[in-house]
């Protein structure tokens, strides 16, 4: 039977969700957290470690990542940093191999992406001079094209003006339907990209994670939530609002229930003058990180960026600026107490 949201206009307020659907007083379990060592970042040295990681999740776990009713798995890429610092694509391919070998069809496994000049410049989309493709024979979605959205499916917000998050000057984007102007009422709703709950069996989210300015951190949440759906760039003008936004937007349970882990490349990621990349602030390890828990995950990358942070001689993000993941742990969509995190640590590729 299907859910009520599903039914009606989706309408998530901070208060009801918490009253509701996710009760503040059940705390949300310690999930673990699996870390595979990476050798040379090849496509090799990926495809054997996404594949031991996605092998003892499924033992663990005991779901199985594998076709179901719709025969479709979605991947929610990361290029919103631009050139530099997207998701790297041999961590892709090794990702796409792992879940052709458990049955999925090439032309059942997409991409989602936001911004098509970011994925065109990261390479995600194919330039205009060689119209080469990355991935053949694998749909890519771009979300502010304005065709992947649905208007049933929205988060509303009182707050009507969209701004860039970095430059904050107003953003051209794409209503639902891909209308170029909009309503009042229509700029007061960002409309949810579809394709990876109601399409997909499940969906995998693939960020790279920076520091952002409102947010304390751009990783797993944001990637699934504010870089997944349209007229988010106006939340990033007020630093009350993008937090609650990201925390309240996690926890709509069709996106829960089909997201089923957060896999991320440390191979490279920004600590400081995010989410756009600038190489002087980056740090590199040799391993890739995975959890069901995207708040966890969060959490835990919190602390290195941290450390990075303090190590070159700059503040820490404090955790009044990175509330967004308290919101989210009191939603329910995962936890912050990343001492109690069960760590399943893998070994590196045989050489």
Known sequence: MRSLLQKTVLILTFASAIASAFPAEKAAPVAPIWEHKLADFSDADYRYAVEQLLQDFERQSGKKLEPGP????????????????????????????????????KENIFLVGLNPLRLRLTGYLPSFSTGVLPFPGHQMFVLESGKYYDPTWFYDSPLPARFDPVTNERAVEQAAGGKSTTTTEEDRKSFLATPLFLEADFWINLPVYTDHPVLGVNGSLVNATLWNASNTFRFFRSPATAPAAVAEMSAIP??????????????????????????????????????????LLDSVMLERLNAARKKNGFEPISEEDARMLDFAAQLGVGSTDTKHAAWQKLGEAPR
């Open 70 to 105: 719709k025969k479709k798995v979605g991947l929610k890429i990361y290029a919103d940093s631009g050139p530099g610092l997207a998701t790297p694509f041999g961590l892709v391919r090794g990702v796409i191999v792992a879940l052709e070998k458990r049955g999925f069809t």
């Open 254 to 295: 069709e996106l829960r229930e089909t997201w089923a882990i957060t896999l991320t490349s440390l191979q490279l990621y920004q600590f400081i003058g995010g989410p756009y990349f600038n190489s002087l602030y980056t740090v590199s390890e040799p391993r890739l990180l995975m959890s069901a828990d995207p708040v």
